[in-house]
T-cell receptor, first 110, second 114 residues
Framework: LAKTTQPISMDSYEGQEVNITCSHN???????ITWYQQFPSQGPRFIIQ???TKVTNEVASLFIPADRKSSTLSLPRVSLSDTAVYYC???????????FGTGTRLQVFP | DTGVSQDPRHKITKRGQNVTFRCDPI?????LYWYRQTLGQGPEFLTY????????KSRLLSDRFSAERPKGSFSTLEIQRTEQGDSAMYLC????????????FGPGTRLTVT
């Protein structure tokens, strides 16, 4: 599975837009990009998945350039409750297992 | 709430003892996964089931670990002769076959081996 690289941590203030970039230079043709969110003492939660261009849902947007070697998770107008670890995963859509990295720890301040 | 549940939420045991954890997946999901997570790391895949069949086991799952899903519903994860290195959060997740990238995780069982 393609290795991913994300910033270890990010800080933001309430109301700001947060963009978390993930690098995946060795992404394969059949691979999708999936993001999970994890709050302390909870299991991860699926946020969004995409293959190319842009995907948007009620929680976030995912931007994927044409070469697909990176992707950006965009969280609009974050709140304190968005403080969590965000994981970028790359693999086939119907993968049998998820391969997590160390994720990006987002801290939102008032 | 019809999400994934795990029991117990916390377990403290002495080294050398056996422990067993239970996971109840979302009822209509036929895939069930076990992961382990240590502090500061992302979850690591251990094993998964499709219905009652265990289809893959990670090399992380030593001979001391065994998982079952006897009727294709709930699952148990047993660790025999626990070691301090087994201390971690054990997470269970479930998914439907066609959307296995979207897995629903339970709250986890935190194991502390003293």
């Amino acid at each position: 599975l393609a290795k991913t690289t994300q910033p270890i941590s990010m800080d933001s203030y309430e109301g700001q837009e947060v963009n978390i970039t993930c690098s995946h230079n060795n992404i394969a043709t059949n691979d999708y990009i999936t993001w999970y969110q994890q709050f302390p003492s909870q299991g991860p939660r699926f946020i969004i998945q995409g293959y190319k261009t842009k995907v948007t849902n009620e929680v976030a947007s995912l931007f994927i350039p044409a070469d697909r070697k990176s992707s950006t998770l965009s969280l609009p107008r974050v709140s304190l409750s968005d403080t969590a670890v965000y994981y970028c995963l790359v693999g086939e859509s119907n993968t049998d297992k998820l391969i997590f990295g160390t994720g990006t720890r987002l801290q939102v301040f008032p | 709430d019809t999400g994934v549940s795990q029991d117990p939420r916390h377990k403290i045991t002495k080294r050398g003892q056996n422990v067993t954890f239970r996971c109840d997946p979302i009822s209509e999901h036929n895939r069930l996964y076990w992961y382990r997570q240590t502090l500061g790391q992302g979850p690591e895949f251990l094993t998964y089931f499709q219905n009652e069949a265990q289809l893959e086991k990670s090399r992380l799952l030593s001979d001391r670990f065994s998982a079952e899903r006897p009727k294709g519903s709930f699952s148990t994860l047993e660790i025999q002769r626990t070691e301090q290195g087994d201390s971690a959060m054990y997470l269970c997740a479930s998914s439907s076959r066609g959307d296995s990238y979207e897995q629903y995780f339970g709250p986890g069982t935190r194991l502390t081996v003293t």
